[in-house]
């Protein structure tokens, strides 16, 4: 569902007038990125499926020890991180767990690479020079209306034309997101500095990236003119917003709505898991050559 789709969605469910002064778009909308910051996350992060993992790649400095943890990460935390080498080789990197810093002290016993502090992974020793692979759960963009983004209509390169210029959309230098329209709604690449003239938008070539075609969204970074969270849960974050709405009016509506809500939430959770219908082999870790390969993986 689009955004716009879901406004709708939100007045079917609780049965609001389009025209009501205290139920207008702006007021509905930002509901709905709070429910979807929150509520919809956390139903997405309990399912443990990875839904909205990515990762990203830092270059390393081998005279820097501080490097900051992915500005989109969920509640500012990581699900891995990984050293990779120049020939593809990947290795874990582990971090020192507090209750050993408080037994021991930091720089007494040191049986990880790093540990958190604010928002920053900071290393015991400088790490080599390369890359670091840092994993997470990527915070979904906050949702904005159709209207205030460009739905590509020609691809041409770096040179990206768009339906229509948002207001929003300035002439100097900003930074966009790549937006896929049709499920899953993926972001193709974030953070794309681009400049505007008219309807037409010019980025680096090399920052357009292959998958996106016309229809996709270009938006201001963090924005999206859609959920990013599986179609199939966007039922019921309309309907989490609508019983939101409806309890804090005293709606008697709402007494209905909590009832749906459950049953819809249930339903999801089952649905989102789990992501691969198969059975696992049983691998038997005794077997003779097991233990042959090093602990290590290629990576592409």
């Known amino acids: 569902m689009t955004s716009d789709e879901l406004l709708t969605a939100v007045r079917d469910y609780a ?29 997405l992060e309990k399912a ?23 500005t989109r990460a969920v509640a500012a ?8 080498d120049s020939s593809g080789l990947s290795w874990m990197l582990y971090d020192y767990p507090d209750e050993d ?20 992974l900071v290393f015991y020793q400088a790490p080599p020079a390369g890359t670091m692979r840092v994993t997470y759960s990527r ?33 100097g230098a900003a930074n966009y997101d790549f937006v896929k329209a049709t499920p899953h709604f993926d972001i193709l690449a974030m ?13 680096t070539a090399s920052d357009v990236p292959s998958g996106l075609a016309v229809g996709d969204y270009v938006c201001k970074a963090g924005e ?35 009832g749906d809500l459950k049953e819809a939430h249930a ?10 219908e198969q059975d696992s082999p049983l691998v038997n870790r005794f077997a003779p050559g097991f233990g042959r390969w090093p602990f290590y993986r290629r990576v592409s």
Do not use: C
Request: net charge positive.
């Open 139 to 171: 915070r979904m963009s906050t949702l904005v209306q159709v209207a205030n983004v460009g739905v590509i209509t020609i691809i041409s390169g770096g040179t990206i034309t768009i339906s229509a210029a948002p207001s929003g959309f300035g002439t």
């Open 224 to 258: 999206s003119a859609v959920s990013q969270a599986p179609l199939e849960l966007h039922p019921l974050l309309a309907l989490r917003a609508a019983y939101v709405w409806s309890r804090a009016k005293n709606d008697p509506i709402a007494e209905v709505l909590g």
């Open 101 to 120: 810093a408080a037994r021991y002290g930091r720089w007494w016993v040191q049986n990880g690479h790093f540990y958190v502090e604010a928002n920053d």
């Open 77 to 84: 935390g990581i699900k891995m991180l990984q050293a990779v």
């Open 15 to 43: 049965n609001l007038s389009a025209s009501a002064e205290d139920s207008l778009d702006a007021q509905l909308l930002r509901l709905l990125n709070r429910e979807q910051s929150l509520y919809l996350a956390t139903v």
């Open 191 to 203: 953070d794309k500095s681009a400049t505007r003239s008219g309807t037409t938008m010019t980025f």
């Open 48 to 70: 443990k499926g990875q839904h909205k993992q990515a990762t990203l790649d830092i270059t390393t400095a081998s005279t820097t020890l501080r490097y900051k943890i992915p």
């Open 267 to 276: 339903m999801a959770a089952a649905l989102l898991e789990p992501r691969i």
